[in-house]
Nanobody, 117 residues
């Protein structure tokens, strides 16, 4: 089966930086749209950023200019570089692999990011 595993979460101070990683075992990773979502307690899960197979990126307005998404197809990994972190960024961050061909989504179990002084 397709497995999605996130890592890199932790506790950081406001204004700090953190890099999240997401790795899959899919042989067709390069064909997936990869995305990062987040969910804070009491809130709905929201899209943070995604990157298509051709490298086109999309960002939520709340993180645009602070976060950067990138992918390394050779390593079957997608990254989320988070800079200038704010307490409002505190959430569980989830990696999503989307197959447009099958219209199917594969989710990781999440990694916690806490921004606090």
């Amino acid at each position: 089966q397709v497995q999605v595993v996130e890592s890199g979460g932790g506790l950081v101070q406001p204004g700090g930086s953190l890099r999240l990683s997401c790795t899959t075992n899919s042989v067709i990773f390069s064909r997936y749209v990869m995305g990062w979502y987040r969910q804070a307690p009491g809130k709905q899960r929201e899209l943070v950023a995604d990157i298509a197979s051709d490298g086109i990126t999309n960002y939520a307005d709340s993180v645009n200019g602070r976060f950067t998404i990138a992918r390394d197809n050779a390593k079957k990994t997608v990254y989320l570089q988070m800079n200038s972190l704010k307490p409002e960024d505190t959430a569980a961050y989830y990696c999503n692999a989307h197959s447009e061909f099958l219209d199917r989504d594969y989710w990781g179990q999440g990694t916690q990011v806490t921004v606090s002084s």
